[in-house]
């Protein structure tokens, strides 16, 4: 087990001088709850899948933004990306001559 997982077994499932008590995998498959309220309540509340139904990745909520909001952030990137292209051509000016 030792080389297939690279930690050794009082690592893996027993006491851990580093974590103090036990380590959070073990803590949950002992006693069916993570070591802190964070991630029980991120482990309780995450969303259901059914099979065959496609849930999308959207880490940083995107999809909640308003039209509004939506409209503001991309005319908001889109002046620093100018703001970009306009520095890398004054620096491609400077190189050229």
């Known amino acids: 087990m030792y080389y297939l997982t690279g930690l050794p077994g009082w690592m893996r499932f027993g006491f851990s001088p580093g974590w103090g008590t036990l380590p959070p995998g073990a803590q949950y498959l002992m006693t069916g709850s993570w070591p802190t309220w964070q991630a029980n309540w991120a482990w309780q509340n995450m969303p259901q899948v059914q ?3 496609f849930l999308p990745f959207d880490p940083y909520g995107v999809s909640q933004l308003t039209k ?6 991309l005319k908001q990137q889109a002046e620093a990306l100018k703001a ?14």
């Open 51 to 53: 099979a065959g139904q």
């Open 68 to 73: 509004e909001q939506e409209l503001q952030l």
């Open 84 to 97: 970009q292209l306009e520095q890398i051509e004054k620096r491609v000016q400077e190189l050229e001559s």
